[in-house]
T-cell receptor, first 119, second 114 residues
Framework: AQSVAQPEDQVNVAEGNPLTVKCTYS??????LFWYVQYPNRGLQFLLK??????LVKGSYGFEAEFNKSQTSFHLKKPSALVSDSALYFC?????????????????FGKGTHLIIQP | AAGVIQSPRHLIKEKRETATLKCYPI?????VYWYQQGPGQDPQFLIS???????DKGSIPDRFSAQQFSDYHSELNMSSLELGDSALYFC?????????????FGPGTRLLVL
């Protein structure tokens, strides 16, 4: 079974400082990894994904994430935080092996991390 | 750009009633996914469809059923509603049923069961 862990319920960062939102995963095969952001009473917006290739993935709104296979991590980062980045962030995984074997093809999400950017 | 459309956006039902949620995917997307997000919870995968065929099932209760139609829109039918069914229901779509495709989410339907 696949799983995602986001160890921090909340991350507080001062505006202009770099931010990191942590994510670790567990899959039996090769992972496809995603980050989504959710604003209050809104749907999930796609930020970025790792499928294959370069371990550093760049996405929307200046966000990037680094895939680390040995540490099974996919941390979300941004060099300089904005107040408007304050939201709920979800890491998600899809297991290629499970997919190829006819298993579940829905995403498995972490519990989410509230990111609060203080002015 | 066109996004996933869900209707209704809000729905209030009584216990034991039925509800039907609709999802219209992004044009040229032929794969649809349904998720349930309880209060303060992460989204849980319910079921998915590719080319009008069920692709896979997650944690969908037996009281729920879904289908995808010839125009690729999908409907989630929920019967014998329980208080615990109160949640935000998301539909997502992607271009093809491949593991690496991005799922684009709709705004959700907020269901309240009284």
């Amino acid at each position: 079974a696949q799983s995602v862990a986001q160890p921090e319920d909340q991350v507080n960062v001062a505006e202009g400082n770099p931010l990191t939102v942590k994510c670790t995963y567990s899959v039996s095969g090769n992972p496809y990894l995603f980050w989504y952001v959710q604003y209050p009473n809104r749907g999930l917006q796609f930020l970025l994904k790792y499928i294959t290739g370069d371990n550093l993935v760049k996405g929307s709104y200046g966000f990037e994430a680094e895939f680390n296979k040995s540490q099974t991590s996919f941390h979300l980062k941004k060099p300089s935080a904005l107040v408007s980045d304050s939201a709920l962030y979800f890491c998600a995984v899809r297991d290629l092996r499970a997919y190829s074997g006819g298993g579940a093809d829905g995403l498995t999400f972490g519990k989410g991390t509230h990111l609060i950017i203080q002015p | 750009a066109a996004g996933v459309i869900q209707s209704p956006r809000h729905l209030i039902k009584e216990k034991r009633e039925t509800a039907t949620l609709k999802c219209y995917p992004i044009p040229r997307h032929d794969t649809v996914y349904w998720y349930q997000q309880g209060p303060g919870q992460d989204p849980q995968f319910l079921i998915s469809f590719y080319e009008k065929m069920q692709s896979d099932k997650g944690s969908i209760p037996d009281r729920f059923s879904a289908q995808q139609f010839s125009d690729y829109h999908s409907e989630l039918n929920m019967s014998s509603l329980e208080l615990g069914d109160s949640a935000l229901y998301f539909c997502a779509s992607s271009p093809r049923d491949r593991a690496g495709e991005t799922q684009y989410f709709g705004p959700g339907t907020r269901l309240l069961v009284l």
